[in-house]
């Protein structure tokens, strides 16, 4: 299978093909160094952001493109230890006020970051085609036999992300009680 991979590559990419890596803003970072909107890191499948071109460090590879996101003024934020009213409650007690966190692990499922219980025994996540029913909000895509055999791989991961990205439209909308009073003047 992997021959076929790399000759496809090679012959649709040709030998001299460089990947990139882009991050997109809705907004500039704020003198507090948030993004308020979306702020897109889109990987277009370079192979040597994998822990095994780099002596097992699944970060090294990333430190250039984090160093260039640090440089634009964004800042990080602490670890997420919990939810409130739909927002990630960090471990310095803040609360963000964001729409949407998605976390890509890349070449390796990396979950230690999920400290929730929708692991089974072997450290695999609770799931049905991605969706974790115990937790609202949680989903997985790129999982290894996810939905089939080809859901760790590009060409089956598209249609199980299509399956969750409908299972999320298809949520029931809570209007936040701030603006309450704004939608109903």
Same mark, same amino acid.
């Given at each position: 299978?992997k021959?076929?991979?790399?000759?496809?590559?090679? #012959? !649709?990419?040709?030998? #001299?093909?460089?990947?990139s890596?882009?991050?997109?803003?809705?907004?500039?970072?704020?003198?507090? =160094?948030?993004?308020h909107?979306?702020l897109?890191?889109?990987?277009? =499948?370079d192979p040597s952001?994998?822990a095994?071109f780099?002596?097992g #460090?699944y970060?090294?590879?990333?430190? %250039?493109?984090?160093?260039r996101?640090?440089a634009?003024g964004?800042? !990080?934020?602490?670890?997420?230890?919990g939810?409130?009213?739909? !927002?990630?409650?960090?471990e %310095? =007690?803040r609360?963000?006020?964001?729409?949407n966190?998605?976390?890509?692990t890349?070449?390796h499922?990396?979950?230690?970051?999920?400290e929730?219980?929708v692991? #089974?025994? %072997?450290?695999?996540?609770?799931?049905? !085609?991605?969706?974790?029913?115990?937790?609202?909000?949680?989903?997985?895509?790129?999982?290894?036999?996810?939905y089939?055999?080809?859901?760790?791989?590009?060409h =089956?991961?598209?249609?199980?992300?299509?399956?969750?990205?409908d299972?999320?439209?298809r949520?029931p909308?809570?209007?936040?009680p701030?603006?309450?009073?704004?939608a109903?003047a």
């Open positions: 299978m021959l076929y991979t790399v000759a496809a590559a090679l #012959d !649709r990419l040709s030998p #001299d093909y460089k990947f890596t882009s991050v997109y803003a809705t907004t500039r970072p704020d003198s507090a =160094g948030v993004v909107g979306n897109t890191i889109y990987g277009r =499948g952001i994998a095994r780099n002596n #460090d970060y090294k590879a990333i430190d %250039d493109l984090a160093t996101i640090v634009a964004v800042k !990080r934020v602490g670890r997420t230890v939810v409130q009213n739909g !927002r990630p409650v960090l %310095d =007690g609360t963000l006020d964001v729409t966190v998605v976390w890509c890349g070449y499922p990396g979950f230690s970051w999920i929730l219980p692991f #089974d025994a %072997d450290g695999e996540p609770l799931q049905d !085609r991605g969706v974790v029913r115990g937790e609202p909000g949680l989903y997985f895509v790129g999982l290894h036999f996810l089939a055999m080809s859901s760790g791989m590009i =089956g991961v598209g249609r199980d992300a299509d399956h969750v990205a299972t999320i439209a949520r909308r809570t209007l936040l701030e603006l309450a009073h704004a109903s």
